[in-house]
Each structure stands twice: as C-alpha cells, then as structure tokens.
C-alpha cells in the first residue's frame, strides 16, 4: 500500500528553535482525517503538551474535548487550557488503553473522534529526572505514569535472557544479547542506576553506524521504556476501546512513531475494514468473518511533509493511519496483534548477537 507524504507547503507555516519541540506532529493532517465538522466529542488519548488538545478545541466553538493522560506532570501542566476552554475541556488522568471506561466516568458514553499520539513526550525526554534520555545524566527511571517497576529495577533485575528479548523485541537491537551480557556483568560490580551509566555501558558494545546521527544507545533505551510502560499493550488496548466507544462515522487517528507500533495500527485497521486476508465462510468449520467495523479514512501511512521535518526532526519516523467507524458492532480484540504487543515465546525467538 503507497505511503503518502503532506505536500511540502501544508507545513511552512511551523514555528522553528525551541518551540518546535512543543508542536504535535502531522497536526494538520490529523485534522483533516479526524474532519471535525460537526458539534461533538472528541477523545485526546496522548494529552501530553496539549498540542492536539488544543487544535481539537479550536476546530469548532461546539467540539468538546476529554484529554487523557498518564502522566501527573501532563494533567497538571494542562490547568490552564482548561481554564481557558470555557468549560469544553476535561483533563483525566489515566491510561488510554482505558478510555472507553474513562469517558464512562465522565458520564459520556461514545465519542466522535478520537486521537493517538504513540509514544513518549517531549516534555518527558527534556526532563533528566524523568531517566527516559541518554542525552541529559539523571535517575534510570523512564515510568510515564510514575507507577510500577522503573527501568533501573528492569536493567537491575531481569535475568540476561529477558533482557535480551526486551532488547531485541522491542528495541530491535540487533547486538541484543551482547548487550544483555554486558548490563549483567556491569551490575555484578554495583547497580546501574543513571542514565550516562547504561549509555556508556551500551555504547561500549554498539558500534555507532558510519555517519548516523544515532546514539548508540537508542534502541536499547526504547526497548526498556517501552516495556517498562507497556507501550504496545497499551496501544493495543487503546485502539479496541476507541473501537467500542466512536460512535458510527466517529473517526479514529493514530500517530505512531516506532515499526512495531505502525505495524499493530496498520494490522488493526486492515482486519477491521476487511483488507486482511480471511478464510472463506463456505470453507466447513471455518467461523464466519468478523463485521467490518472501520473503513479506512487513509489507504496507506501518511508520512510529514519535508517542511515539517526540516523544523521538527522528531517527525521523521511518524506516520498517521486513519478509519472510520462503521456501524457493525465492535468485535472480539484480534489476538494477532496482541501477540505482536508481547515478547514472543522463546521458540519463536530469532538469534542474538
């Protein structure tokens, strides 16, 4: 399926320097697949800055908006909005895997829209005390939410092997093992506990590639934030309760930044509009297909503009899938990609070097 890019001019207009890490990214194509041209509700998963937040509120005088996110530091950062929102702004702490349950809550029983920005903040990865970047030395943390083990405890604990898979799963560093081997002898001598520690550590055994900008650290550092807050899970999660809370024409905009995660987004929307392939319903014993709950609002990723990357570099990885809600009941969750949200079993794991 053709990947389609946002003409170079639908981004000139964006702010560059320091603000530029603030602006969400493929924000005006976000927009126009979420069409919000109706009074109605909209559902920010991945509050974050505000930056969709703030778009989604400013679209109409008649959209309402739940802005969802984990993180405390988020919810409280959010104050202002919503006071300037006049009362069509709600921020709700949480993780947006629930938030059908969520809006529940909030006495809303569907949504209009809803909107998924995958994957950590800016604002998390300045932080050196949040531990999510090599970049800055501060505690081995990397929780969004503050809750549950942190990274150091992962780094720490886990036994080589599980390191190794987080690594290369997840990560999709293909020196996972020697990676695992070094982390394992290093803790022997005294715990890692900073981020300087484990980048030095990894850096060691990773050769930079020949003219990448790319620290050799990076895909060990997102293998561990992304299982130490079950990132794929949660998006897994997400998208089923987006499916059973839109409302039929209510549409789904999902920005990912990361192979596997486009990879689960583009699984979820092939199988729900029918595009996956399926077994015949007159094969005997076969169950029949499961409704087609969404049709598709994008044919393929739609990828930044050159503009917008030129200013934002963070857009480089992103791309935005979209569909539209059908009016077919929701569906059992697909267990396919479920699986791909999880370590696979250690028979279907590839060789580490």
């Known amino acids: 399926m053709p990947m389609s890019r946002a003409p170079r001019t639908a981004r000139a207009e964006l702010p560059k320097g320091e603000q530029a890490r603030h602006v969400p990214v493929l924000l005006a194509e976000v927009l126009a697949a979420l069409s919000l041209d109706r009074p109605g509700l909209a559902v920010d998963g991945t509050f974050g800055a505000g930056g969709y937040t703030r778009a989604l509120l400013e679209a109409g005088p008649e959209v309402r908006v739940i802005a969802i996110d984990r993180d405390p530091t988020a919810i409280r950062g959010g104050a202002d909005l919503v006071k300037a929102s006049g009362g069509r ?124 900008p790319i620290h050799p650290a990076t895909r060990s550092f997102q293998g561990l934030r992304i299982a130490v807050n079950d990132e794929l899970g949660e998006l897994v999660r997400g998208l089923h309760a987006a499916e059973r809370v839109l409302k039929p024409g209510g549409r789904l905009a999902v920005v990912t930044f990361h192979s596997l995660e486009d990879r689960i987004v583009k699984q979820f929307f092939s199988a729900r509009s029918g595009r996956a392939a399926q077994a015949s319903r007159h094969v005997p014993g076969v169950e029949r297909p499961a409704p087609k709950s969404f049709k598709l609002v994008t044919k393929g990723p739609v990828l930044p503009s050159e503009a917008e990357t030129d200013v934002n570099p963070r857009s480089r990885s992103a791309k935005l899938r979209a569909g539209e809600r059908t009016d077919a009941p929701a569906p059992p969750p697909l267990s396919a990609i479920e699986t791909l949200a999880s370590l696979p079993a250690p028979q279907g794991r590839g060789p580490r070097r």
Not at 148 to 172: C, M, W
Not at 195 to 204: F, M, N, R, S
């Open 89 to 212: 702004l709600r921020l709700v702490q949480g993780r947006f895997g629930d938030l059908d349950t969520l809006i529940a809550d909030q006495d809303e029983a569907q949504a209009d829209w809803v909107v998924l920005d995958i994957g950590v903040s800016s604002m998390q990865i300045d932080e050196a005390q949040r531990g999510f970047s090599f970049r800055q030395d501060g505690p081995l943390d990397m929780r969004m939410g503050g809750e549950g083990p942190s990274a150091a405890d992962l780094v720490n604990g886990e036994e080589e092997t599980t390191l190794a898979d987080i690594l290369y799963h997840f990560g999709e560093e293909r020196r996972s093992r020697a990676v695992a081997r070094a982390i394992v002898e290093a803790r022997r001598r005294g715990p890692i506990e900073t981020t300087a520690q484990l980048a030095d550590l990894v850096a060691g055994v990773v050769r930079p590639e020949p003219g990448s």
